[in-house]
Every structure is written in structure tokens, then in C-alpha cells.
């Protein structure tokens, strides 16, 4: 590939698939990130995540402008008249200048005060969907990132049995020498090359989805070259302690209790159930202002100070006062007395709201609980298959290497030879998507639970091991199945 990159030449897709690449990249890719990485750096530079920030910016100055209603407002205002000299009179000079400067400040107004409490609860509720949005990126991010991972593994599966079918056309071309074998033979391993050359452009073009998927999270140029880490359920950082919490899922009654214990877990961390609280909060002073709405007046206080100059006519000045300064206070109390219905129509619509977001907070309690208990359910499935699927995949690839053998030797034929490859193969993918799907229920638990093991400290994860144990016993379960 050095060769190729210094006289100008582009290997085509098909001689890429066939070929083992030397020096595949000229410089080491740009960046090389591990999946605590790209979880981290999702936190912090993607897009979506940066709208929800300003969201909450802009709902904090909502909640600033609705106290304000509460605070003390001031104005200034000046006129200034100049008219013809033939108009002008004793009463009304050619020219009057008046100024005022005003104050009112609200001494009660339930409406006022209750604008500023639901604020403050739908800012809480805005601070919860921006967490939301932010597991739900971390958890993208992850997912995406083991996605590039189990395409490369998948790549590099199909270009290994492209390689071993290649070895079996020339194994079929040394039986056709000898008179072991037919033309035939020749011609369906060039037809099945032909389709193994499909597959692994088909994975590269899987791995170069991935790839594009994990840079738009991140917010960097799609097509920017990147280096992996390989991830596995030894990576100390991705779950508390896998050792640890192994006696707690690998026995019926301790995992239904483990699940038990993550639902409260996860119930208690939901930033979905808290921004329902806090919209149910909000509603719950909705409603009581719609009732002190037709009992509670609005008082408020108003200053006003004028100063008054007409000139060249003295007589009005006189009416200000010696001086041409005038001031006022007043007390103002309202209450609405009949409104068309209005007042009664928002007040039973806001009982009528309020028991919909308890029943939304519900059913969304109920599908926070589903979900948990789904995910360990999947969680647990998935890694179990992992040490089967490997058994298989070994077992497949010793039987494909005996066949091959038998072939080589003219014992059994092409059928036996395609159908052991096969199997191989298809045991040999599974194996791969089995550590990577277990993976990724993995990042669907963490998400489920609403916290991930990247962002806890040590003492925080030790915590966690802890409030299992002492829920365990207090079910009267040992944390070791004693």
C-alpha cells in the first residue's frame, strides 16, 4: 500500500477484498479513542446536548421574567407641547412640558405568584429532559461505538473465509489435475468467491456506517478517520464489577432479586419520573390558583410624582401646587366577579390535567419497571450465550479443518466441504455478535437504570455493591446465595 500510495495508484474495491494490505494506512489515524472515551466526549460535544443547554438557559431567564411580575416597576415618561403663538392663552402657553415618573408594586396577586412557582417547577422539569437527552446520547454513543467495533470483528471474519475459500478453489484445481474432480467443482468455488467477496464489501461498508454514526455523535467531520480500543467484559471501567455481581445473576432467586433491587435503583435515578413530578407540581399550583381565583383579590400599590411647566401661562401651573409638582399613591384591589364561565372552565381543566400527568407519571413508572427488568432478562440471556457460542465456533472450525483435510485427500466431496465452511462461518459470526450484543445490553441496562458505571467514582461503585448486599439481606438473602 506505501508502493501504491507513492506512484498514485487506487486499489479498487475487489482487489482490496482479496488482497492482505501492507501498511494499510500511510499515517496512524488522527485520533484513537476507547468507548470510555467516546462516551465521555459525547457528554460533552454533541449537538443535541448543546440545544438542551440552551434550553435550560432559556428557561432559566423564564423563570426571571416571571418573578419579575412580583418586583417593584418603575416608569418614566415626558410630554412636551409647543403650539402656535395665536392659539396661546392665559391657560395654555406656547410651550408645556409635563413629566411623571411612576411605581407600582404587586402587594398580593395570586396570578403573579403562581406564574413564578410553575416556572420554577418547569425548570426543574427542563433540567430533567436536558439529563434525559443526556443518557440517552451516552447511551447512542456506546451502542455506535461497539457497533464499529463488531463490524470490524464481522469484517474481518468474511475476509478470512474469503481467504479459505480461496485455498479450497486451489484444493479443487489439484483435484481436478489428478482426475479426482470435475470442471465443476473449479466453477462453484469461483461462484461462492465471488459471493465472499459481497460479504466482506458488504461489512466494509457496515463498519464504514458505524464509523460515520460515532463521528456524527461526537459532532467531528462523518468521514474522519479514527482508531479503536477493543472492549470486552474485562474493561474495568465499563461495568461496577462484573466479578462482583456475578453470584447475584447466575442463581434464579438472587437475580430476581438483583432485578428487583436495580428497579428501585433505576426508579429513584429516572429523570423521566422527576420532570413528570415537577409537571405535576406545577399543575397541582395551576389548579390551587383557579380556586383562590374566585376568593383571592389582586392588590396592588401605585406612586406617581408629575411636574408641570406651561409656559408663558401661570393659571394651570397653579393647579399643580405652588411649586408644579403633583404625587398620588393609591391602593387598588380587584376581584373578578363574573368572567362568561372562565374562571370555572380553567379550574376543572386543571383537574383534569393533573390526573393526567398522575396517570402519565404511572404508566411511565410502569414502563421504567419493564424495561429494567427486560434488559437484565436480555442481559443475562445474551451473556450466556457467550461461552456457548465460542464452543460452537471452535468445534465448527475443527470440523471445517477434518473436512478439509478429507477433501484435500479426495475422501468426501464439494457438498461436505461447502456445508462444513458455512458452518464455520456462520458459528464464527456468532461467537463475535454474542460478546458485542452482550455489550450492548449492557449499555441498555446502564441506560434502563439511568446511571453509567463511566461517570461513577470508585467509592460510588462500591457504594452500589453495598445497598445490594444490605437489600439482599434484608430480603433474607445472603449476597452469596447462603
Do not use: C
Request: hydrophobic content about 45%.
Amino acid at each position: 500500500m506505501a508502493s501504491a500510495r507513492a506512484v498514485g495508484v487506487d486499489p479498487t474495491f475487489g482487489l482490496l477484498t482479496e488482497a492482505e494490505l501492507v501498511a494499510e494506512t500511510g499515517t496512524p489515524p488522527v485520533r484513537r479513542i476507547s468507548l470510555a472515551d467516546v462516551v465521555r466526549e459525547a457528554a460533552n460535544v454533541n449537538l443535541d446536548l448543546a440545544s438542551a443547554e440552551r434550553r435550560v438557559a432559556a428557561g432559566m431567564q423564564q423563570v426571571k421574567e416571571a418573578r419579575s411580575n412580583l418586583l417593584p416597576q418603575a416608569n418614566v415618561s415626558s410630554l412636551g407641547t409647543f403650539i402656535d403663538g395665536d392659539r396661546a392663552s392665559v391657560v395654555q402657553g406656547k410651550r408645556q412640558m409635563l413629566g411623571a415618573v411612576g411605581v407600582r408594586q404587586v402587594v398580593y396577586s395570586e396570578q403573579a405568584r403562581s406564574g413564578y412557582d410553575i416556572e420554577r417547577e418547569l425548570q426543574i422539569s427542563r433540567e430533567e429532559e436536558r439529563f434525559q437527552t443526556r443518557l440517552d446520547i451516552v447511551s447512542e454513543a456506546a451502542q455506535q461505538y461497539l457497533a464499529v467495533l463488531q463490524a470490524k470483528t464481522i469484517e474481518n471474519i468474511q475476509k478470512k473465509n474469503l481467504a479459505v475459500t480461496r485455498s479450497n478453489l486451489g484444493l479443487s484445481r489439484a483435484r481436478v489435475d489428478i482426475g479426482t474432480a470435475g470442471r465443476d467443482e473449479v466453477l462453484r468455488w469461483r461462484s461462492q468467491i465471488a459471493q465472499d467477496r459481497r460479504n466482506v464489501i458488504a461489512a466494509a461498508a457496515q463498519r464504514n456506517q458505524a464509523e460515520i454514526a460515532v463521528n456524527r455523535i461526537l459532532n467531528r467531520a462523518l468521514e474522519e478517520p479514527f482508531g479503536t480500543v477493543e472492549a470486552g467484559l474485562d474493561d474495568p471501567q465499563l461495568t461496577v464489577n462484573f466479578e462482583v455481581l456475578r453470584p447475584f445473576v447466575e442463581r434464579p432467586a438472587a437475580f430476581k432479586l438483583f432485578r428487583e433491587f436495580m428497579t428501585r435503583e433505576a426508579l429513584e435515578a429516572s429523570p423521566e419520573l422527576r420532570q413528570l413530578d415537577a409537571s405535576i407540581r406545577a399543575q397541582e399550583r395551576f389548579l390551587l390558583a383557579g380556586k383562590r381565583a374566585f376568593y383571592v383579590p389582586t392588590v396592588n400599590l401605585d406612586a406617581q410624582l408629575q411636574t408641570f411647566k406651561n409656559g408663558g401661562s401661570p393659571s394651570l401651573a397653579s393647579e399643580m401646587g405652588p411649586n408644579g409638582v403633583n404625587w398620588t399613591v393609591a391602593v387598588e384591589a380587584s376581584l373578578p366577579i363574573f368572567q362568561g364561565g372562565a374562571l370555572r372552565a380553567r379550574k376543572t381543566r386543571a383537574e383534569i390535567d393533573l390526573d393526567r400527568f398522575t396517570i402519565d407519571r404511572e404508566a411511565t413508572r410502569l414502563l421504567i419497571d419493564q424495561r429494567i427488568r427486560s434488559s437484565l432478562h436480555q442481559a443475562g440471556a445474551s451473556f450466556a450465550g457467550i461461552e456457548l457460542s465460542l464452543e460452537a465456533a471452535e468445534a465448527a472450525r475443527e470440523n471445517l479443518e477434518l473436512v478439509r483435510a478429507s477433501y484435500s485427500a479426495g475422501v468426501v466431496g464439494i457438498v461436505r466441504v461447502l456445508d462444513a465452511q458455512t458452518q464455520a462461518l456462520s458459528a464464527e459470526l456468532e461467537a463475535a455478535n454474542a460478546v458485542f450484543d452482550h455489550l450492548i445490553d449492557l449499555m441498555e441496562v446502564q441506560r434502563a437504570v439511568g446511571r453509567f458505571d463511566y461517570f461513577r467514582s470508585p467509592d460510588e461503585r462500591g457504594e452500589l455493591i453495598r445497598r445490594l448486599e444490605v437489600f439482599l439481606e434484608e430480603k433474607g438473602y445472603g449476597a452469596r446465595g447462603s
